[in-house]
Nanobody, 122 residues
Framework: VQLQASGGGLVQAGGSLTLSCQAS????????MEWYRQASGKQRELVASITKDHSTNYADSVKGRFTISRDNVKSTVYLRMNSLEPEDTRVYYC?????????????????WGQGTQVTVSS
C-alpha cells in the first residue's frame, strides 16, 4: 500500500493551496484518512481527518480555513487550504487506515505519504 502526496509549494500569506494524496495497492477498503503536518524539530500534529462516510474533524488552528474531502472511487484525499498564514509552513503528510481482505482473513494497517512541503511567505 502506497500513498502519493502532491500539491505543496510556495504561496504568499492569504493565498490558497490544495494538497492531494492518492492511495494505491491491493486495498480492499480505506476507512479514516487524515492530514498531519510537522515543523522542523517539532512533533507531528493532526490537521484534519475524514471518515469513509465523509464525517470531518479539524484542528482548532485550521477551522474555517482548511477543508478536507475525499473521493472513495479514486482512493484520494484532498486538503484545500485557504487564507494561508506563515504559521502554516510545515511538511504535510497524509495517512490512511486500510484493510486488505485475504482468503485467510484480513490485514489492517496505516499507510503514510512521503510528505509535501508547504511554505507560506509573509
Amino acid at each position: 500500500v502506497q500513498l502519493q502526496a502532491s500539491g505543496g509549494g510556495l504561496v504568499q500569506a492569504g493565498g490558497s493551496l490544495t494538497l492531494s494524496c492518492q492511495a494505491s495497492g491491493s486495498i480492499s477498503s480505506i476507512n479514516g484518512m487524515e492530514w498531519y503536518r510537522q515543523a522542523s524539530g517539532k512533533q507531528r500534529e493532526l490537521v484534519a481527518s475524514i471518515t469513509k462516510d465523509h464525517s470531518t474533524n479539524y484542528a482548532d488552528s485550521v477551522k474555517g480555513r482548511f477543508t478536507i474531502s475525499r473521493d472513495n472511487v479514486k482512493s484520494t484525499v484532498y486538503l484545500r487550504m485557504n487564507s494561508l498564514e506563515p504559521e502554516d509552513t510545515r511538511v504535510y503528510y497524509c495517512a490512511a487506515d486500510y484493510i486488505i481482505y485475504q482468503d485467510s482473513g484480513y490485514t489492517a494497517g496505516r499507510a503514510w505519504g512521503q510528505g509535501t512541503q508547504v511554505t507560506v511567505s509573509s
